[in-house]
């Protein structure tokens, strides 16, 4: 009876909040001089900074306050940066001076960060675990040092899957015991997907116009498609990783998530580059264009692409019929921008590829996510756990708080077993790349593709295990208003071609739209 009526006052609370945020949403449309901050592009934004219409302390100031309004409900952002309005009035100081760098694309830009990307300041960074409260790092993640140099303010961190997913099979994306429960801005039932729920739910809402998030497996493609934002997820090594809490280098990839696909481009302009902390990053710094990318935004990007489309198992009436009529329109949108689609084609063992335990990619991930973490948490300059080992300990310690009983530690103990890389995971390893080289490289060869296009993040773990790029963009929404995604996926260093592409999409599609908060 107890717990009946706890979880009535518990739900009765969630209603009041959900009641507020609804009718307060559309009443507050912050605006200086004209300006609609609510939706604002960083263009808009540098714009309004130019004409002295708007300064980065209001910019802060109205995310901060959109932030205290809209987080009880929909848990995007773990915690806000005590020093941003701080970095804030720097910004606008140096923009009054004409300091060098005043005119950087994400000067005087607040930026979410992931919670699983470190930075040395007053903030934590914690992967969403208690275990790592309080932790210091001896350094900024290297991408957060360049943010920094590119101007951009730190506003705080964003919620996450724990442990970017990689803790337990059952827990449900968006949670984390520090985050709670992220909800979908569109329709707070959904999914918001994961691990990189807080990045895409907290820009969705205008909480914020850039956020960073991670991926190793679609932890930037789903929560791109679920919450309708823009996520690019890079070439692995094109973005540094140090700093970053790993799950297997082989696999993981920082890249931004924001409303459109210019806004994702100005930001993996300033992120990506060598970085002697991540040897990855040498190989993959040869795919950096000169100019950057910011030029292949804008003119005819679909022009004569070889776009390729794999009905089997992707499109198919299992997805829902009016996903299916929303892509055969999208289809034909995409040839009348002039790009050719090479339709029926195949990628040989795609079940096996999709099966995270047949492909290989379980037993390689486990061993490599005990190397690599040991090795994170050994680099802290503070930390309560400083080996895997340390973190099962913890969460069996304090299982209330990190919620053991309801959804344990599976994948941490299946890691814990490994005993670095042997026989078994060399012979994953083989078998991922025979995968790669026999599907989606040959499938890209073969018939001189451009991209794959796939629906939602469908084709996240073809692209996970070869470390090749994909872009995600909004491509609608269900009869239920949740939304759904387009992705754009190539080979090696194709970000120039996708970006290209998704911008062509996205410009001859405009389906972005803000959020419902529907229940």
């Known amino acids: 009876m107890a717990a009946k009526a706890a979880s009535c006052i518990s739900l009765f609370s969630v209603l009041v909040l959900i009641l507020l945020a609804l009718t307060s949403f559309g009443s507050q449309s912050f605006t200086v001089h004209g300006l609609s901050i609510r939706e604002a592009t960083i263009y808009d934004l540098q714009l309004a900074f130019k004409q002295n219409q708007l300064t980065s302390r209001q910019l802060v100031q109205f995310y901060l306050q959109e932030i205290r309004r809209l987080n009880p409900v929909l848990n995007g952002v773990i915690e806000v940066n005590p020093d941003a309005l701080y970095q804030a009035d720097k910004a606008d100081y140096q923009r009054k001076a004409k300091a060098p760098g005043y005119y950087s694309g994400l000067h005087g830009i607040p930026v979410l960060l992931k919670d699983n990307i470190g930075t040395k300041d007053k903030l934590n960074t914690t992967a969403g675990s208690f275990a790592l409260l309080g932790s210091v790092l001896p350094r900024d993640a290297s991408v957060v040092t360049k943010l920094r140099s590119a101007g951009a303010i730190i506003l705080g961190k964003a919620s996450l899957s724990e442990w970017a997913q990689f803790r337990s099979l059952t827990a449900p994306p968006g949670s984390s015991p520090r985050g709670g429960q992220g909800k979908n801005p569109y329709v707070l039932s959904a999914s918001p997907c994961g691990s990189s729920s807080g990045p895409a739910i907290s820009v969705a809402a205008n909480l914020v116009a850039v956020s960073l998030g991670t991926e190793t497996d679609g932890s930037i493609l789903c929560p791109a498609s679920f919450n309708s934002v823009v996520g690019i997820k890079p070439t692995v090594g094109l973005t540094s990783r140090a700093g970053v809490i790993p799950v297997t280098p082989r696999q993981d990839t920082v890249g931004p998530i924001c409303r459109t696909v210019t806004d994702a481009v100005y930001v993996l302009d300033a992120i990506v580059g060598y970085d002697y902390k991540d040897q990855a990053t040498k190989e993959a710094s040869k795919y950096i264009p000169r100019g950057g990318y910011k030029q292949f935004v804008g003119g005819y990007g679909l022009k004569g692409k070889r776009l390729g489309i794999v009905r089997n198992p992707f499109f198919t009436s299992g997805s829902g019929s009016l996903q299916i009529q929303a892509f055969e329109q999208h289809f034909q949108t995409l040839r009348q ?88 995971e060399k012979a994953a390893l083989l078998n991922l790349a025979k995968l790669t080289k026999d599907g989606f490289e040959k ?24 470390g090749f790029p994909g872009i995600s963009v909004p491509a609608g929404y269900d009869n239920k208003g949740v939304p759904f995604g387009i992705t754009f996926g190539g080979l090696k260093g194709s970000e120039p071609k996708l970006i290209q592409i998704a911008y062509g999409f996205e410009q001859a599609t405009m389906i972005r739209k803000p959020p419902t908060f529907l229940p």
């Open 337 to 424: 921008g002039g790009a050719v689609l090479v339709d029926h084609l195949e990628i040989a063992n795609i079940d096996t590829i999709l099966n995270f335990n047949l492909s290989g990619e379980a037993i390689a991930s486990l061993a490599e996510f005990k190397l690599a973490i040991n090795s994170y948490l050994k680099d802290l300059v503070v930390s309560p756990v400083r080996s895997l080992a340390d973190i099962i300990a913890f969460n069996l310690k304090f299982s209330d708080v990190e919620m053991i009983k309801e959804f344990g530690q599976d994948i941490f103990l299946a890691a814990q077993a490994t005993n670095g890389i042997g026989n078994n």
């Open 443 to 466: 499938l890209m060869t073969y018939n001189r593709l451009d991209a794959l296009v796939t629906p939602g993040a469908d084709v996240a773990p073809v692209l996970a295990i070869g």
